[in-house]
């Protein structure tokens, strides 16, 4: 699907704005329209990198530390929260 919107979009862009038989010459045309070919593959490809960095946390065991109230850590991310925020000196205390 994004591969079809994508190529939808360089369609779009390179379609010409006006009706009239003024144009610049040819490799001017080619030039611009490789470059936003270009910028929205980069842009296509950027935004999978990024997507396949985050965490998930729904597949992670959570396990709550005996004798800590309100405290949460997340086994495989290897972070604690206290009290829903991220806590820096919990997690290295559970992990390290």
């Known amino acids: 699907m994004r591969v079809l919107s ?7 862009a390179l379609m010409p704005v006006s009706a009239q038989p003024v144009r610049a010459d040819d490799k001017s045309d080619a030039v611009v329209a490789g470059a936003i070919l ?10 999978n990198a990024r997507k396949s960095q985050r965490f998930d946390y ?15 850590c997340y ?4 972070q604690c929260y206290v009290k829903g925020h991220y806590s820096a000196s919990a997690t290295r ?3 390290h």
């Open 75 to 78: 086994v495989n991310a290897r």
């Open 58 to 72: 729904a597949h992670d065991t959570i396990f709550f530390p005996p004798g800590r109230q309100g405290w949460m």
């Open 6 to 12: 994508v190529l939808l979009a360089a369609a779009l």
């Open 93 to 95: 205390e559970i992990f």
């Open 38 to 47: 270009g910028a929205l593959i980069a842009g296509a490809a950027a935004k």
